[in-house]
């Protein structure tokens, strides 16, 4: 059974950083390209970065291009996001999924305020 879970959320100030990581049980996660997806209240789901599965080619939103820092380290079968210069626009549930797969995980809750 796929198993999601994100972690390394919280509070921070504006220009503060965080890095978020996916862990995961069920399935071999360096087969796959992964995403960070994010929801804001009263927004849809939304992709800002995703991966290949050897982590030779990352993609990001507009929105957190050369803030955000996607990477994955397959022999911890884990997959990272580094959040740099946050800015309260950021505040948002973010998820982390296989891009094929249809489950989610609970997310882990981004607050940027002062």
């Known amino acids: 059974q796929v198993h999601l879970v994100e972690s390394g959320g919280g509070l921070v100030r504006p220009g503060g950083s965080l890095r978020l990581s996916c862990a995961h049980s069920?399935?071999?996660?360096?087969?796959?390209?992964v995403g960070w997806f994010r929801q804001a209240p009263g927004k849809e789901r939304e992709l800002v970065a995703r991966i290949t599965s050897t982590g030779t080619s990352t993609n990001y939103a507009d929105s957190v291009k050369g803030r955000f820092t996607i990477s994955r380290d397959n022999a911890k079968s884990t997959v990272y996001l580094q959040m740099n210069r946050l800015k309260p626009e950021d505040t948002a549930i973010y998820y982390c999924?296989?891009?094929?797969?249809?489950?989610w995980g609970q997310g882990t809750q981004v607050t940027v305020s002062s």
């Open positions: 069920g399935f071999t996660l360096e087969n796959y390209a």
């Open positions: 999924k296989p891009l094929q797969f249809a489950t």
